[in-house]
């Protein structure tokens, strides 16, 4: 789906392409696919690099082609591996062409173009638009992070009433989306510290890249200390389970113990062999005498040594 939009006058659709407006595309089709291609004439290998989703963020010229890879963040499925991943956005630029293409629909770029449609004043030019998204960017890492932060605690609640692997398994999984939002910021920052000197800046463009920085900075360190936390925790609740784990141990051996001892003088009195004991009427009941007794002696001897 392709989307034009006039970026002087407010943000504003229009029907049909025009030069210097902003061309949006999200899940190209082969239709919005064959425009770019043969319409705005775009190197047919740059939608391939933005298609990988693993490509990583990056700036790229060629032949008057600019080429900007940014990493956001996105939701998949609640029962996703990693739910909360990141996913490359493409921004070409070229003269007269600035268009963005993401093969995935994202809440962020839907709250972006809501924004700008509220702030009613457009884009000074294709600079400023590059670096509102990564402004928005940041503050949807931020809103993710807080998410993640919700379900951090909530998984943490359900551990302290019982640990269970499902919990512990939720736990993992994100670490894992930690892990992918702390590499994709740390490359969107060498990106913007590289924009700052590949594209023309003016004043205005400097305040933004400040808000840009400061609010990238906020992301990263607010993802480490998530991920410090999230570590701790799982290591905390190993050590747990760990620790339960040698507790059941110990009180299995104890009892092996307790019981072993009867089945020793039983096997003793029940031997084959002359003891004198084989004739005496009471040599049943002093055998099972002497096992109880020595039975609770040991149960004692454990407790005392908090063994049992």
């Known amino acids: 789906m392709r989307t034009f939009w006039n970026i002087n006058q407010g943000l504003r659709t229009i029907e049909k392409w025009e030069p210097n407006c902003?061309?949006?595309?999200?899940?190209?089709?082969?239709?919005?696919?064959?425009?770019?291609?043969?319409?705005?004439?775009?190197?047919?290998?740059f939608l391939?690099?933005?298609?990988?989703?693993?490509?990583?963020?990056?700036?790229?010229?060629?032949e008057g082609w600019t080429l900007i890879i940014l990493r956001i963040?996105?939701?998949?499925?609640v029962r996703s591996r990693t739910p909360h991943t990141t996913i490359p956005l493409g921004i070409i630029i070229n003269k007269g062409i600035c268009g963005t293409v993401c093969n995935y629909e994202t809440n962020m770029m839907i709250d972006f173009v809501s924004y700008q449609q509220k702030r009613n004043e457009g884009f000074t030019d294709y600079v400023d638009l590059i670096f509102r998204l990564f402004l928005s960017s940041a503050v949807w890492y931020l809103k993710r992070l807080k998410q993640i932060s919700t379900l951090i605690e909530k998984a943490k609640h359900n551990l302290d009433r019982g640990v269970d692997n499902e919990s512990l398994i939720g736990l993992s999984r994100l670490q894992d989306s930690l892990t992918y939002f702390i590499t994709s910021i740390r490359g969107n920052e060498n990106l913007l510290a590289k924009?700052?000197?590949?594209?023309?800046?003016?004043?205005?463009?400097a305040d933004?890249?400040?808000?840009?920085?400061?609010?990238?900075?906020?992301?990263?360190?607010?993802?480490?200390?998530?991920s410090d936390i999230l570590e701790s925790t799982m290591d905390t609740y190993s050590s747990i389970i760990n620790n339960n784990m040698n507790t059941v141990?110990?009180?299995?051996?104890?009892?092996?113990?307790?019981?072993?001892l009867p089945t020793l003088i039983s096997s003793l009195f029940g031997m084959n062999l002359v003891n004198g004991m084989e004739t005496n009427p009471w040599g049943f009941p002093v055998a099972m005498l002497l096992s109880v007794v020595v039975s609770v002696a040991s149960w004692w001897f454990l407790r005392h040594k908090r063994l049992l």
Do not use: G, H
């Open 208 to 226: 933004l890249i400040e808000d840009v920085n400061i609010e990238m900075s906020q992301a990263r360190e607010t993802t480490s200390i998530y």
């Open 73 to 77: 963040p996105y939701v998949k499925e």
């Open 48 to 62: 391939d690099d933005i298609r990988d989703k693993d490509e990583r963020s990056r700036y790229e010229y060629d």
């Open 22 to 45: 902003w061309t949006q595309v999200t899940c190209p089709s082969p239709d919005d696919e064959d425009f770019l291609f043969n319409e705005l004439e775009i190197p047919t290998y």
């Open 195 to 205: 924009l700052k000197f590949k594209l023309q800046i003016d004043e205005l463009d």
């Open 249 to 260: 141990m110990r009180t299995l051996t104890s009892v092996s113990i307790v019981m072993m």
